[in-house]
């Protein structure tokens, strides 16, 4: 088995495809952004940006490709996504076993967004959950902006 060609074909993926569908959902598809809640600004800040976000965002996700499909469509993709992943990785911890590799932490960049901020997909949590234990240990110290933990979704 080539765990080289398998790990960077799961990385691509993640990058090149699962992104964007989030990005969509991020900043395009949900109309509160929730993500943008952490932010003290005023009102017209926000919605200046919001509105700025949402035109930018679907623009490149329309050239990209991913962005003329429908909601449902993106939706179902992001999911297939993750459903490759948590097929693949069946009982192993990480990808290649029992220590997450450098695909695994690309991939988990791009796990952590979803899972944490706004977005709720039920699979792959435990992957999440055991690449975040692993790797960084102060997680709860990393996470905090001005003594407090950030808001998550």
Same mark, same amino acid.
Not at 54 to 76: C, F, L, P
Not at 119 to 134: A, V
């Given at each position: 088995?080539?765990?080289? !060609?398998?790990?960077?074909?799961?990385?691509k993926m993640f990058e090149e495809?699962?992104?964007?569908?989030?990005? =969509?959902?991020?900043?395009?598809?949900?109309?509160?952004?929730?993500?943008?809640?952490?932010?003290?600004?005023?009102?017209?800040?926000?919605?200046?940006?919001?509105?700025? =976000?949402?035109?930018?965002?679907?623009?490149? @996700?329309?050239?990209?490709?991913? !962005?003329?499909?429908?909601?449902?469509?993106?939706?179902?993709?992001?999911?297939?996504? =993750?459903? @490759?992943?948590?097929?693949?990785? !069946?009982?192993?911890?990480?990808?290649?076993g029992d220590k997450p590799c450098?695909?695994?932490?690309?991939?988990?960049?791009q796990l952590a967004q979803m899972?944490?901020?706004?977005?709720?997909?039920?699979?792959?949590?435990?992957?999440?959950?055991?690449?975040?234990?692993?790797?960084?240990?102060?997680?709860?110290?990393?996470?905090?902006?001005?003594?407090?933990?950030? @808001?998550? !979704?």
């Amino acid at each position: 088995m080539n765990k080289g !060609g398998i790990g960077r074909a799961f990385q691509k993926m993640f990058e090149e495809n699962t992104y964007w569908g989030w990005a =969509l959902f991020r900043w395009y598809y949900d109309p509160e952004m929730k993500a943008l809640s952490v932010f003290k600004y005023p009102k017209f800040i926000v919605w200046f940006t919001k509105k700025w =976000l949402a035109r930018e965002v679907k623009k490149v @996700a329309d050239a990209h490709g991913i !962005g003329r499909h429908s909601k449902e469509e993106v939706y179902s993709i992001m999911y297939a996504d =993750l459903k @490759a992943l948590s097929d693949y990785l !069946g009982k192993k911890k990480f990808l290649f076993g029992d220590k997450p590799c450098e695909m695994d932490c690309a991939i988990f960049g791009q796990l952590a967004q979803m899972y944490w901020h706004c977005f709720e997909f039920p699979i792959l949590i435990d992957y999440c959950d055991r690449m975040k234990d692993t790797i960084w240990p102060d997680w709860d110290k990393c996470i905090t902006y001005g003594g407090t933990q950030k @808001a998550s !979704g």
